[in-house]
């Protein structure tokens, strides 16, 4: 009895171990697609949705799983990028629909892109909303965590830019420099500053990004007809842009800076035409 009772114990964990082992592996698999679904996107669309949808067939039972929420979000991304509006929506809400399922309720990021959606429509009132409690959600994380500090710094630009469409220039100048103090104080950004001192660089992909929000509030001043303004805050993105360009070996980084220091290099001579 003794001998049999230690078979069935050996069978039972035997059993549980190769159902937790098999998820493992199967949920590493999926990763893994993923990872290969995120790189397709940029470089072939229309390989990347067929793909996607042949990782939809395989996440489909499986119970409790992100995967599914994620895959129908890059899709949703996809078909954002190719301005085929009404297939994003349908995948953002999708993907939407699962984490409520999960218990999960919206995420951040979804909420940006489903008013994303509606900006590129020019619905701006509508995208207003969807920005606006993505920023509540973003406001919810705990203070320095990463993904609180971009997702706020996104989501403050885009209202931003949501003002400017609707010459709203005093609240749009609000939302810019909000967005610009919380990637200034990040402490990626102060690490930065910090590796500059030492004649090296860190986080540069950070400092490229409060370039940017500089290059917006130059844009806004431009507009709003305040030159000088908006050439200090251009030479204020370019001191960033120089120090990128001439310090960082990252190929990706040095290539999103180049673009940046492009446009700002572009809304100069515009500026500077406007001064005559």
Do not use: C
């Amino acid at each position: 009895m003794y001998a049999y009772n230690n078979i069935v114990k050996f069978f039972i964990t035997f059993l549980l171990s190769s159902i937790l082992f098999g998820k493992s592996n199967e949920n590493e698999v999926l990763q893994s697609d993923l990872d290969s679904l995120n790189i397709l996107t940029k470089k072939s669309p229309e390989r990347a949705i067929r793909f996607a949808r042949e990782l939809l067939k395989k996440v489909a039972p499986i119970s409790e799983s992100n995967f599914e929420y994620k895959i129908n979000n890059t899709l949703g991304e996809i078909f954002l990028d190719l301005q085929m509006y009404g297939q994003a929506m349908s995948h953002f809400t999708e993907a939407n629909m699962i984490r409520e399922k999960l218990g999960q309720g919206s995420a951040p990021w979804l909420l940006i892109n489903m008013g994303n959606v509606y900006y590129q429509q020019q619905k701006y009132i509508k995208a207003r909303e969807y920005y606006l409690n993505g920023l509540d959600k973003f406001n919810s994380l705990k203070h320095n965590q990463d993904n609180r500090v971009s997702g706020r710094k996104v989501a403050l630009s885009n209202l931003g830019r949501i003002e400017v469409r609707i010459k709203n220039y005093d609240k749009a100048l609000n939302y810019f420099k909000e967005a610009l103090d919380v990637s200034r104080k990040s402490p990626r950004f102060l690490s930065y500053k910090k590796s500059l001192e030492k004649n090296s660089i860190v986080y540069e992909n950070t400092a490229s990004g409060v370039a940017y929000q500089h290059y917006l509030i130059s844009n806004l001043y431009k507009i709003w007809e305040q030159y000088d303004l908006a050439v200090e805050e251009n030479q204020k993105a370019d001191r960033i842009l120089k120090d990128i360009i001439e310090k960082s070996e990252n190929s990706r980084v040095l290539k999103a800076a180049k673009k940046i220091m492009g446009n700002n290099l572009s809304l100069l001579a515009e500026i500077n035409t406007k001064l005559g």
